[in-house]
């Protein structure tokens, strides 16, 4: 069963960084394209950047300029690095795998917590 679990959220200071991992399990990872979400109450969730199996990246015309999401297929991990945080890039994020057998809406792991806040 493919599994993805996401870490490195957490607390951050306006103006701080983080940096999201997401280990992928039991998926052929460098067959998948692979994506960040993120998600606040009372919104849908939304695209923040994407990193496709050949290695193409897409990013929200909002985010763009302060978050890159890069992949290790060795390690079958990627990473979203976060810089210049806002407090309103407070939200879930989430880890997506698409490939060609998943469904539609690809795989997610269960999210982790970012609040960005003084």
């Known amino acids: 069963q493919v599994q993805l679990v996401e870490s490195g959220g957490g607390l951050a200071q306006p103006g701080g960084s983080l940096r999201l991992s997401c280990a992928a399990f039991s998926v052929i990872f460098r067959l998948a394209d692979m994506a960040w979400y993120r998600q606040t109450p009372g919104k849908e969730r939304e695209l923040v950047a994407g990193i496709s199996a050949d290695g193409s990246r897409n990013y929200s015309d909002s985010l763009k300029g302060r978050f890159t999401v890069s992949r290790d297929n060795a390690k079958m991990e990627v990473y979203l690095q976060m810089n210049s945080l806002r407090p309103e890039d407070t939200a879930v994020y989430y880890c997506?795998?698409?490939?060609?057998?998943?469904?539609?809406?690809?795989?997610w792991g269960q999210g982790t917590q970012v609040t960005v806040s003084s």
């Open positions: 997506n795998a698409k490939t060609p057998w998943s469904p539609s809406t690809g795989y």
